[in-house]
């Protein structure tokens, strides 16, 4: 079974950065999407940045500019790069792997918290 660990969340002041990391437990298929979206309290869990199966990239407006989405060659990492960081940034923030091939699975890291505090 494919698992996702990501690590690299904290404590960090506004206009700080942090640098999310994400490794999947066995390697993948070739064919993917991995990305991260957050959930803050009393919200749903929302798209923040994915790495598509063809090499692109799509951003939430809210952090184009500030954040940079990246894969690692083994294709089983993904990295997430947050600078400029703001309170509304605070979530918990979600590894996010789709393997297309056998119903399209999808998978979640268990989270890595994200706080932006003064």
């Known amino acids: 079974q494919v698992q996702l660990v990501e690590s690299g969340g904290g404590l960090v002041q506004p206009g700080g950065s942090l640098r999310l990391s994400c490794a999947a437990s066995?390697?993948?298929?070739?064919?993917?999407?991995m990305g991260w979206y957050r959930q803050a309290p009393g919200k749903e869990r929302d798209l923040v940045a994915v790495?598509?199966?063809?090499?692109?990239?799509n951003y939430a407006d809210s952090v184009k500019g500030r954040f940079t989405i990246s894969r690692g060659n083994a294709k089983n990492t993904v990295y997430l790069q947050m600078n400029s960081l703001e309170p509304e940034d605070t979530a918990v923030y979600y590894c996010?792997?789709?393997?297309?091939?056998?119903?399209?699975?999808?998978?979640w890291g268990q989270g890595t918290q994200v706080t932006v505090s003064s």
């Open positions: 996010y792997l789709r393997i297309y091939g056998q119903g399209n699975p999808a998978y």
């Open positions: 790495h598509n199966s063809f090499g692109r990239t």
């Open positions: 066995v390697n993948i298929f070739s064919i993917n999407d």
